[in-house]
């Protein structure tokens, strides 16, 4: 069955360090890789996708994210982080050939970067 | 350009009662997904619309049905509420793309409360 993995539930990071925040997928056939941020009582907010060719996306508000599909992994980055980068992110994963239009995505990970 | 617009911001039911959400999709876009967030989780495929027809339903029961009318906007019903569907409704819109590589951009959403 297609399902997504975030193995942090928190993550935190002082202003200015890097982050990571992780993802892993299991799909079937070819994946297409999505991350969202969702700030407190608001909808989500698109940064990025995969869908093929380069491995390394980059997305909205400096965000980059890198598809290793040996690992199976889409984990999100940001070489210096801003305080306004703490909310909470979702992994989501299409599995088009098997799964049509959905998305499945993972419990999420809260970011919290400290001053 | 608006985006993505919910209708009610916030809801209270109590059990057994039939609740009404409706969606605005981004200007351009034709296809009307729904999911459920329920607290502390990522959300969760209802189903998807394009042209009017359920394209595509994810596991949830009889009791939640949609429809997406000519403008391209939709409804999500839930008949006989029950406590576990309290949660937040979140409403996404695309442009139907080939091989399913459309982004889902999200409306803010509206929280369920079933008492």
């Known amino acids: 069955a297609q399902s997504v993995a975030q193995p942090e539930d928190q993550v935190n990071v002082a202003e200015g360090n890097p982050l990571t925040v992780k993802c892993t997928y299991s799909?079937?056939?070819?994946?297409?890789l999505f991350w969202y941020v969702q700030y407190p009582n608001r909808g989500l907010q698109f940064l990025l996708k995969y869908i093929t060719g380069d491995n390394l996306v980059k997305g909205s508000y400096g965000f980059e994210a890198e598809f290793n599909k040996s690992q199976t992994s889409f984990h999100l980055k940001k070489p210096s982080a801003l305080v306004s980068d703490s909310a909470l992110y979702f992994c989501?994963?299409?599995?088009?050939?098997?799964?049509?239009?959905?998305?499945?995505f993972g419990q999420g990970t809260e970011l919290s970067v400290k001053p | 350009d608006a985006g993505v617009t919910q209708s009610p911001t916030h809801l209270i039911k109590t059990r057994g009662q039939q609740v009404t959400l409706r969606c605005s999709p981004k200007s351009g876009h034709d296809t009307v997904s729904w999911y459920q967030q329920a607290l502390g989780q990522g959300p969760q495929f209802i189903f998807q619309y394009y042209e009017e027809e359920e394209r595509q339903r994810g596991n949830f029961p009889d009791r939640f049905s949609g429809h997406q009318f000519p403008n391209y906007s939709s409804e999500l019903n839930v008949n006989a509420l029950l406590l576990g569907d309290s949660a937040l409704y979140l409403c996404?819109?695309?442009?139907?793309?080939?091989?399913?590589?459309?982004?889902?951009?999200f409306g803010p959403g509206t929280r369920l409360t079933v008492l």
């Open positions: 799909v079937s056939g070819n994946p297409y």
């Open positions: 996404a819109s695309s442009r139907l793309a080939e091989h399913f590589t459309d982004t889902q951009y």
């Open positions: 989501a994963v299409r599995d088009p050939y098997n799964q049509g239009g959905k998305l499945i």
